[in-house]
T-cell receptor
């Protein structure tokens, strides 16, 4: 079993839709959870991170962590064509050095 | 320059060539990383340097040789590569005392081995 599972997609939705991206994980030691956005031919860009369970909101983006279910989500409201990218989840335990990444979900927002 | 920079952005090399990838971070971080990103696979951690000491080597073949001369610079020396080594090579940096170890990535070097 992979430590982090993420559906690679591709996921295609119309502009303005609410997008839900998800990852599951197996290691209960993970405490920090991150979402990276990667545009084509670019490096990943840190979008959001959360510590332990709960929600975090930043503009149109909301990150949710449910540690009891070992499940994290990223919601994008009022999606825009500029949101088209690959979204990678990543997580790490307290004091650890190695981030563990999901495979990434390729998202396309259609005008 | 800001953030993490990588050169060259694209590299094509033959199997017998020797080349080097360069990474520089302008964030004052104390850890640097090399990752390999292949199509349809998760990011693969190759090497970690913490305070200029190599702390992790994820069973990477010896044809990849990292070098970290100081906390701001990281190199990946390449020799006698195989076509399956073609991938996007990403450098990242972080501040290990931040707790969350948020990593900041460079734009990557797209490597093609012929």
């Amino acid at each position: 079993q992979k430590e982090v599972e993420q559906d690679p997609g591709p996921l295609s939705v119309p502009e303005g839709a609410i997008v839900s991206l998800n990852c599951t994980y197996s290691n209960s030691a993970f405490q920090y959870f991150m979402w990276y956005r990667q545009y084509s031919r670019k490096g990943p860009e840190l979008l959001m991170y959360t510590y332990s369970s709960g929600n975090k909101e930043d503009g149109r983006f909301t990150a949710q962590v449910d540690k009891s279910s070992k499940y994290i989500s990223l919601f994008i409201r009022d999606s825009q064509p500029s949101d088209s990218a690959t979204y990678l989840c990543a997580m790490i335990g307290q004091g650890a050095q190695k981030l563990v990444f999901g495979q990434g979900t390729r998202l396309t927002i259609n005008p | 320059e800001t953030g993490v920079t990588q050169t060259p952005r694209h590299l094509v090399m033959g199997m017998t060539n020797k080349k080097s990838l360069k990474c520089e971070q302008h964030l004052g971080h104390n850890a640097m990383y090399w990752y390999k990103q292949s199509a349809k696979k998760p990011l693969e951690l190759m090497f970690v340097y913490s305070l200029e000491e190599r702390v992790e080597n994820n069973s990477v073949p010896s044809r990849f040789s990292p070098e970290c001369p100081n906390s701001s610079h990281l190199f990946l020396h390449l020799h006698t590569l195989q076509p399956e080594d073609s991938a996007l090579y990403l450098c990242a940096s972080s501040q290990l005392t931040s707790g969350s170890n948020e990593q900041f990535f460079g734009p990557g070097t797209r490597l093609t081995v012929l």
